[in-house]
Nanobody, 127 residues
């Protein structure tokens, strides 16, 4: 079993930055092989893909809405970061970290492909 805990959410003005982190615990001897992703959810929109990174960090993918503003990275097999710059009010959401065994291509962008989820961290961007 793998547990994921997010941190780093908060309130920021438009144009500002936040850095989210997600730390895995439990069977960390295997999490280094996992694809890790970030999704976000609002009261009117189910979990929307944000970004994902392969186990080797050799492959990253971003949604069109955040490409060029957000950067996903990982520290070994247990921690993934989401650097969010040039934030806009539309980025306001609960952000979730997710992980699963090796995913490729379009699988990385599909929330149904991920088995493990964190509890979420709130990000609020004021105008």
């Amino acid at each position: 079993q793998v547990q994921l805990v997010e941190s780093g959410g908060g309130l920021v003005q438009a144009g500002g930055s936040l850095r989210l982190s997600c730390t895995a615990s439990g069977r960390t001897e295997i999490t280094w092989t996992y694809t890790m992703g970030w999704f976000r959810q609002t009261p009117v929109k189910w979990r929307e893909f944000v970004a994902a990174i392969s186990w080797s960090a050799g492959s990253t993918v971003y949604s069109d809405s955040v490409a060029g503003r957000f950067t996903i990275s990982r520290d070994g097999g247990t921690t993934v970061h989401l650097q969010m710059d040039s934030l806009i009010p539309e980025d306001t959401a609960v952000y979730y970290c997710a992980a699963d065994t090796v995913l490729t291509g379009s699988e990385m962008m599909n929330s149904y492909e991920y088995s493990y989820w964190g509890q979420g961290t709130q990000v609020n961007v004021s105008a």
